[in-house]
């Protein structure tokens, strides 16, 4: 079974930095058409931070523009989210995501577990 296994996630300051990882196993690396994050505050609704698909650029949420940078190795089939000048709105439990595709233009999302991020001082 396909699974996603994120890390890196844990507590920083406002204004520092952490950088996730996710990593696929179970599928090879040309099965995987995107891969991104969503995070999950607590009491709202997840919502998309970044995505990239294969040969495609990558993708935002507005309000992580320019702080945050979504970057894959295909080969890995792994997905990195670095994170910087976090703040305190960024606290969440941020999961990854992959587009798996199982048939012509046919595609599976799978989520992996969560990792949270907790911003404050």
């Known amino acids: 079974q396909v699974q996603l296994v994120e890390s890196g996630g844990g507590l920083v300051q406002p204004g520092g930095s952490l950088r996730l990882s996710c990593a696929a196993s179970?599928?090879?690396?040309?099965?995987?058409?995107?891969m991104g994050w969503y995070r999950q505050a607590p009491g709202k609704q997840r919502e998309l931070v970044a995505v990239?698909?294969?040969?495609?650029?990558?993708t935002y949420k507005d309000s992580v523009k320019g702080r945050f940078t979504i970057s894959r190795d295909n080969a890995k089939n792994t997905v990195y989210l670095q994170m910087n000048s976090l703040r305190p709105e960024d606290t969440a439990v941020y999961y990854c995501?992959?587009?798996?595709?199982?048939?012509?233009?046919?595609?599976?999302?799978?989520w992996g577990q969560g990792t949270l991020v907790t911003v404050s001082s």
């Open positions: 179970g599928v090879s690396d040309s099965e995987i058409y995107a």
């Open positions: 990239v698909s294969s040969g495609g650029s990558p």
């Open positions: 995501n992959a587009d798996r595709k199982i048939g012509n233009s046919k595609y599976l999302r799978i």
